[in-house]
T-cell receptor, first 113, second 111 residues
């Protein structure tokens, strides 16, 4: 069964600190992996999208990594800001162009002063 | 501006009533999706459509219905058969080989 597991479920960090969120998946065959940020009561917004051949991709203070062999991805946030408080969702797509996306349950990040 | 729009943002329904949530996109995307999100839970797929006049059930389709008469529109009807409809509903669209774009969501509350 295609699944996406994220850890930790929730995380609290001090402003200015770094953190890393994890995503493990069993979706096969694999097409791409996306990280989304979802503020409370809002729709998810894309941070990064990575295909099979990409190992690292950065978007400002966000850096995503992908190991397609071990089926693991991470999202690293540097110099966290209060506005980074949100849910971060890992989403994996199978190899068919229109395959429904498989969502993780997300990691709830709280950045405190 | 191109994008995906959900309406209304907040919706209240009496028990036993049907209600329809709107989702419109002007991104020329073929695929559209409806998800349900409950507090502290991940997104669960209700229905999806890969092309006009075609749609498939997702993981939790019972109590819901959809239509895809136009490429731009994918309305979701929450029927009285849905026993626990209070939730946050998200619509998304995606073109071939592009990322998914989400609407801002509709929060449905049964009163």
């Amino acid at each position: 069964k295609n699944q996406v597991e994220q850890s930790p479920q929730s995380l609290i960090i001090l402003e200015g600190k770094n953190c890393t969120l994890q995503c493990n998946y069993t979706v096969s065959p694999f097409s791409n992996l996306r990280w989304y940020k979802q503020d409370t009561g809002r729709g998810p917004v894309s941070l990064t999208i990575m295909t099979f051949s990409e190992n690292t991709k950065s978007n400002g203070r966000y850096t995503a990594t992908l190991d397609a062999d071990t089926k693991q991805s991470s999202l690293h946030i540097t110099a966290s800001q209060l506005s980074d408080s949100a849910s971060y969702i890992c989403v994996v797509q199978g190899n068919s162009g229109n395959t429904p996306l498989v969502f993780g349950k997300g990691t709830r990040l709280s950045v405190i002063a | 501006d191109g994008g995906i729009t959900q309406s209304p943002k907040y919706l209240f329904r009496k028990e036993g009533q049907n209600v329809t949530l709107s989702c419109e996109q002007n991104l020329n995307h073929d695929a559209m999706y409806w998800y349900r999100q409950d507090p502290g839970q991940g997104l669960r797929l209700i229905y999806y459509s890969q092309i006009v006049n075609d749609f498939q059930k997702g993981d939790i389709a019972e109590g819901y219905s959809v239509s895809r008469e136009k490429k731009e529109s994918f309305p979701l009807t929450v029927t009285s058969a849905q026993k626990n409809p209070t939730a946050f509903y998200l619509c998304a669209s995606r073109g071939r080989n592009t990322e998914a774009f989400f609407g801002q969501g509709t929060r449905l509350t049964v009163v």
